[in-house]
Structure formats: C-alpha cells, structure tokens
C-alpha cells in the first residue's frame, strides 16, 4: 500500500512489476487483486490501461497552476509507460545518450504546468550564472500567469546553483 500510494495512480503492472520483489509475500498479481476487492486500491480502466490508487478520504485541492521542473527520477516521470500514456509525448532521459543524439538535452527535466507537463527545460551554470533553456511539446502556454509561473520556479532553481 506504500508503494501504491507514492506511485499513484499506477498502471497495476507497473505496482505489480515493484512489488515482485516481495514475491516471498504472496503472489504480486493475486494481493493485487485481493485489494481491489476488498476496496483498499481503487481501479479504472482509461484507454486500455488499467490505473489503481488507494482511495482518498478527502477530495483534492484545486490549487492555482503552478510551474515545476521534475527531476527525471521524480515519482510522476520515471515510469515511461505511464508517463506516455498520460501527457501523450516520450520524455528519456538523456545523459548517457551521445550528444548528438539528444533531442531534449543532458538532464532535460519535464516541464510541469498545473496538472499538465507540457515540455522540458535545461539548465546550467556558466561562468555563476544559471542559463534556463525551455522546449515545448505544443505551443507554450500564453497565460501572463504561466510566464511569472515560470521565472518563480526559474528562481528557485538558481538559490540551489550554491550547491552544484
């Protein structure tokens, strides 16, 4: 149920695929399916792949849109299959792909906007400066909100430049 819960929503073969590992446990795909039934993990089928999370006592809140920058090992990017399956783009990262088989960059980092990730953004430290380099799947969001949105987190990106 941990797992589950940080990874939610999860494809069930991808919860299924962590769990393995505590095979000696029970069979991953049979407790899977006993907390189904039992209503400690909720299930939904969307376009052919099947989600489940453990059920929420309280609604969720409905913040304003904000900009993140996630890490490529971030809960929200690191299983591909969901992560294609949600925001309809292949996000890979490449830092181990030769450069001049990059499409997004060396550490390209998804590009959050609200409940959406809408693109990537690249950054380095040059010289003490922090240079923020964004690309976008579509067309980049034309809200003023989106665009101070943006420079906050480009910000708080650059109190962390210190530390690189």
Do not use: C
Request: charged content about 25%; cysteine-free.
């Amino acid at each position: 149920m941990v797992i589950a819960g940080i990874l939610a929503p999860v494809p069930q073969k991808t919860l299924q695929t962590n769990i393995a590992r505590y095979r000696r446990l029970g069979d991953p795909r049979a407790v899977v399916a006993d907390l189904i039934r039992e209503g400690r993990l909720q299930q939904q089928t969307i376009e052919g792949m099947t989600y489940v999370w453990p059920p929420r006592s309280r609604p969720l809140r409905e913040d304003p849109p904000r900009v993140q920058f996630l890490a490529p090992f971030d809960p929200v990017v690191w299983d591909r299959r969901r992560f294609e399956h949600l925001w309809g783009w292949p996000y890979r990262f490449e830092a181990y792909t030769p450069p001049s088989k990059r499409i997004r960059g060396y550490y390209a980092m998804p590009l959050l906007w609200g409940d959406k990730v809408i693109g990537w953004a690249n950054a380095q430290v040059s010289g003490g400066q922090l240079n923020v380099e964004v690309g976008f799947v579509g067309k980049r969001p034309s809200e003023k909100s989106f665009r101070s949105e943006l420079e906050l987190e480009i910000g708080r990106l650059d109190t962390l430049k210190t530390h690189w």
